[in-house]
């Protein structure tokens, strides 16, 4: 069965310094993975994806994630932490399409929420 | 702009009554979504749509139902045999394909639904 984790509830990082949200998957076969962020009461944003290709992936301010296929992780990391990146941050994952049957259906992590202090 | 918008943001309801939570999307995508949101659980999918007048059973769809009669629309009805439906509900849609941007969900911002 397919399933994310995403260990850490809480992530705390000062402003300047560089953050890391960890995620591992278990999937059959190449996952496709994919970073979410939330802001309090709002919907989720898209920030990047890997679905192949070169493991270190670059999303949208100044996120990357690299993908770490014999360790089955996708972890999040910004360089320098911003008070403005204080949020909930979602991993997911789906199978794909090469194993047939499969849809756009997400599987979601817990979530992290990531605290900036200034 | 292109776009999900859900409504309505906040509804109350009384214990015994369905309520219907509207889902339209503006960026021509043949798939949509409804996910559900509790503290500490992460997004649980309800139900899903690859294709007008078509639409599958997620992980929780107990309790709940929905319709695809156009593209544009994807309502959800919580209905009284929910047992729970205090929560955060999250509409999505996604192009249905194997291209590039395949797997990307783009969400609406949301309902909160509170049982009284």
């Known amino acids: 069965a397919q399933s994310v984790a995403q260990p850490e509830d809480q992530v705390n990082v000062a402003e300047g310094n560089p953050l890391t949200v960890k995620c591992t998957y278990s999937v059959s076969g190449n996952p496709y993975l994919f970073w979410y962020v939330q802001y309090p009461n709002r919907g989720l944003q898209f920030l990047l994806k890997y679905i192949t290709g070169d493991n270190l992936v670059k999303g949208s301010y100044g996120f990357e994630a690299e993908f770490n296929k014999s360790q089955t992780s996708f972890h999040l990391k910004k360089p320098s932490a911003l008070v403005s990146d204080s949020a909930l941050y979602f991993c997911a994952v789906r199978r794909a399409l090469n194993y047939g049957g499969a849809t756009n259906k997400l599987i979601f992590g817990t979530g992290t929420l990531l605290a900036v202090q200034p | 702009d292109g776009g999900i918008t859900q409504s309505p943001k906040y509804l109350f309801r009384k214990e015994g009554q369905n309520v219907t939570l509207s889902c339209e999307q503006n960026?021509?995508?043949?798939?949509m979504y409804w996910y559900r949101q509790d503290p500490g659980q992460g997004l649980r999918l309800i139900y899903y749509s690859q294709i007008v007048n078509d639409f599958q059973k997620g992980d929780i769809a107990e309790g709940y139902s929905v319709s695809r009669e156009k593209k544009e629309s994807f309502p959800l009805t919580v209905t009284s045999a929910q047992k729970n439906p205090t929560a955060f509900y999250l509409c999505?849609?996604?192009?249905?394909?194997?291209?590039?941007?395949?797997?990307?969900?783009?969400f609406g911002e949301g309902s909160r639904l509170t049982v009284l």
């Open positions: 960026l021509n995508h043949d798939a």
């Open positions: 999505a849609s996604s192009i249905n394909s194997g291209g590039p941007n395949t797997g990307e969900l783009f």
